[in-house]
């Protein structure tokens, strides 16, 4: 677990519509672009081939994999969402929503922010929170990607 706030209980169920971040700026580099493409079997040209993406591409440049992209959530927003105070555990629950952006091109830097959506006790001690990210790309207007997280939390009852 992070260093991320820790909230009391009833402040942690009444979090709904507040803003946390952004993170630190994490950058996309072709090395990082081509170890995911080596580890998902994606080896399309617009990831791993830079010359060829030059040429062939309104993008100018390689770009990351949506899925790098989204994959790196975890660590963008582990330090700035809240936790629920006595914290045991985390699982990831899902997505109810996905949507790319725009590209990720190579050398980019990427953030995160967080809006806590809802959160629901839907057992003593177990917490399912819906939280809207975020992933912005610096110097762009545009994000990257904006998702729907949902994770559960559960706690000594």
Do not use: C
Not at 23 to 32: P, T, V
Not at 60 to 66: K, L, V, Y
Not at 104 to 124: F, N
């Amino acid at each position: 677990m992070s260093d991320a706030l820790r909230l009391p209980r009833e402040e942690y169920l009444n979090a709904a519509g507040r803003e946390f971040g952004p993170s630190e700026w994490i950058k996309i580099d072709q090395q990082r672009i081509n170890k995911f493409a080596e580890a998902t079997d994606d080896y399309q040209f617009i990831h791993v081939d830079p010359e060829r993406a030059a040429k062939e591409t309104p993008f100018g440049s390689t770009i990351a994999h949506g899925f790098l992209t989204l994959s790196l959530l975890v660590p963008l927003i582990a330090d700035i969402q809240p936790k629920i105070e006595g914290v045991k555990m985390g699982i990831n629950y899902g997505l109810d929503k996905v949507r790319f952006l725009q590209p990720v091109k190579v050398d980019s830097e990427i953030r995160g922010k967080v809006k806590i959506l809802s959160v629901e006790e839907k057992r003593p001690g177990q917490f399912l929170t819906k939280t809207e990210v975020t992933i912005e790309i610096k110097g762009e207007a545009k994000p990257a990607l904006i998702a729907e997280w949902l994770g559960m939390s559960y706690t000594d009852a």
